[in-house]
Structures are given as C-alpha cells and as structure tokens.
C-alpha cells in the first residue's frame, strides 16, 4: 500500500474509491490502479498491469497514420481495448477483493492515435479511443473518459493533464521541484515553491529507442539501456535531430507520435550510415538531452528532480539525465508513490475531480482560456 499523504491505518470517514486506468504512447498496456480519496488525500490500495496482444499494438501503430478504411478499424479496436481495459479492471478488483459496487467511477484516458492541438480556426482536436460506453457496460461502474477534449476547445494543448496533480501530491512548501514522466513521450511538471505550477512535453521519452531496439533486436524495449551501451554516440546525427523545431516552442506545447516517429527518424538516418547499437546510443542521448535543456531552461533554481513512468527502469537514461543536469534525480517512490503508477493515478484524480464537478487542467500548463471541468461521464 502506498500512502500518497500521511494517513490515520483507519478507513478516513466520507471516503471513496475510484479507480484510474493510463494506456500511453508506449502502447505496451493498460496500467490500472485502484484508490481511496477522501478530505485527508489519496491512498493508493492495489494496482495491475495488463500487457497488449502483439495484434492490438501493431493495429494502434497502424491507426496513427491516415489509411483506407481507418475508421472502421478504429472502432473495431476501440471495442476490443473496452474489453481489455474491463479485464484488466476485473482483474484489479479481484486483487483488491473490493466489489464493483464499491467503485464511484473509473478515470481511463484511453489511447491517443491522434493529437492535433495546433492547428487553427478552431479545428484543433485529439482522439484517444476504447469505447468507454461499452466500457461502463462490461464493469457496471461508471466510466469518466476524454478528458483532453475540454482543454483543447477552451484554446489549449489538451496536454499535459497530470501536472495538477503533481502539484495536488508532490509540491513542496519551500523546495522547488520538478517532476519528469518519461513513457513514450517525456513531459515535465514544473513545481515552484511560489509562483505558477507549469508543464509541457519535452519530446520523446523511450518511443523512438523502443521502436529502434524491436526494429533491431525484436525486444520491446532496450532493457537497462543494455544494447545502448554498447554503442557511441553518433554526434552528426544528434545534433540534427536535436535541431528539430518543435524543441525550441516555448511552452505550453505538446507532442506524439504525430511528429516524432518512424518517418521522422527515417528522414534523420537518410543521410547516415552507423551500426544499430550507435544510433540506439543516440537515441538515448537525444531523450536525457532534450529533457535536461527543458529543465534547465524553464525550470529555474530547481531544487529536487523526481522522475516516473517506464524509463525509471533504464539506468543508463537515469544516469545520463542526471549527468547533463549536473544533479541527482531520483525516483517518485521517495514521493510516497512508485513510478510506474503515477499517470494512472492522476486520472483517478481526474475521475474524482469531473465527479464532483471541479477543474482538472492548469491553463497555464496547456494554455487554456481558463480552468475547465475536464471529461466525460457514462454512467453504470
């Protein structure tokens, strides 16, 4: 049991339970995490992860690039990740020997195949997918989803959300701190001790080096940066990629697979002949780089450095971040919450807040006009 606020052992009076479900850009599976929320904070009961048949993720790959008949086969997949992330909940609360009737709602981001915020006159928009109607109807428990969409009407990115609740857990009365998620994507919250709480996409997190490592060795990922070790860093190829424009936006600003992905990186390596392992090292340069020249560019006077999501597991990322930043970075689990669970928990978060009719986004984070009740519900 991880305690997110020191808590009374006795269950706190006028509690709840929610639970919260995170599939990213990683599109490895669905992380899902049962809660207890209640005036004292947010206690973090049991959690599961379920991994994606290999189909699911080839589908959710091919979805995010325009195709005959693509909408046919969102919606197809659309329902199958329904039943997906309805297993996985069963799965949870047979872990937790908690019944469904327990649960207030089910905060599940869904996953993104596309995010488009920029474009103009008003025809920005995202779309993350898994039916959450049908959803609601395997689980019997209400179902709070497209929490994005509201952002991206009232003017904003739609991303990063889980800023708000970094700050609601992890801020701190005098250290100024910043929180870094690397999933697919790698995004910062900026967390002064006074002053605004803000936050962005910095760029790829493990995407392009997942990708990489299963084009090359058919691993889904390059596990403790193993493979990258045993390369060098390609310095012609590093310096164009980190010439890419979208790195020097000021934020708010957020990014995906829309930009960063297997055509970007072909176009990087037309010109460049190296060995597998040389450009997986790269890769991995690229991410700790992009990452330690947002920090130091907006994050001023940072104090403490905390990081979560799957590249908490890649040592050699974890310490070639803490190089370019000249500092230790440590892990959320001495936050009272481990790495893995972060997202997951924050749209439990999210869930609780479009409940009870409260704003989940910071505008200044996402540039929205204002703060907004974020999410739909379907109802059980």
Not at 134 to 160: H, K, M, W, Y
Not at 216 to 236: E, I, L, M, Q
Not at 332 to 337: A, N, S, V, W, Y
């Amino acid at each position: 049991m991880i305690l997110l606020h020191a808590m009374n052992p006795a269950t706190p009076l006028h509690s709840r339970y929610f639970i919260g479900m995170m599939s990213g850009t990683s599109l490895d599976g669905v992380d899902t995490v049962l809660v207890q929320q209640s005036v004292e904070g947010v206690r973090q009961l049991a959690e599961h992860f379920l991994p994606y048949p290999e189909n699911i993720k080839q589908t959710l790959l091919a979805l995010h690039h325009p195709a005959m008949n693509e909408l046919h086969e969102a919606a197809i997949t659309a329902n199958a990740l329904a039943r997906l992330y309805a297993e996985s909940v069963h799965q949870l609360l047979a872990k937790a020997a908690i019944p469904a009737s327990a649960i207030s709602a089910i905060g599940c981001h869904g996953q993104t195949i596309r995010h488009c915020p920029d474009l103009q006159d008003g025809l920005a928009y995202t779309s993350q997918i898994g039916n959450l109607a049908r959803l609601a109807e395997l689980t019997n428990i209400s179902v709070v989803g497209d929490f994005r969409s509201r952002d991206i009407a009232a003017g904003g990115q739609g991303a990063p959300l889980v800023p708000a609740f970094h700050q609601a857990v992890f801020a701190h009365a005098t250290n100024n701190r910043a929180i870094i998620n690397i999933g697919g994507i790698a995004n910062i919250s900026w967390l002064p001790a006074q002053g605004a709480v803000t936050g962005f996409d910095s760029g790829p997190g493990n995407m392009l080096l997942d990708q990489w490592i299963n084009q090359h060795t058919g691993k889904p990922y390059d596990a403790d940066g193993a493979f990258s070790a045993c390369g060098t860093v390609n310095n012609a190829l590093l310096q164009a990629m980190l010439a890419e424009p979208y790195l020097q936006i000021t934020p708010p600003k957020s990014t995906g697979r829309d930009l960063f992905n297997q055509i970007w990186l072909t176009h990087h390596l037309q010109q460049m002949t190296d060995t597998p392992q040389n450009v997986a090292r790269t890769l991995l340069e690229f991410t700790a780089l992009t990452i330690a020249d947002a920090i130091h560019k907006h994050c001023p006077d940072v104090h403490e450095i905390f990081v979560c999501g799957g590249g908490v597991h890649n040592g050699m990322l974890m310490s070639r971040i803490a190089a370019a930043l000249h500092m230790p970075v440590q892990k959320t689990e001495e936050l009272g919450i481990g790495a893995d669970w972060v997202e997951a928990v924050a749209f439990a978060w999210l869930a609780q807040r479009c409940v009870d009719g409260l704003s989940g986004n910071l505008p200044a984070v996402t540039g929205a006009a204002g703060p907004r009740i974020l999410g739909a519900i379907y109802p059980a």
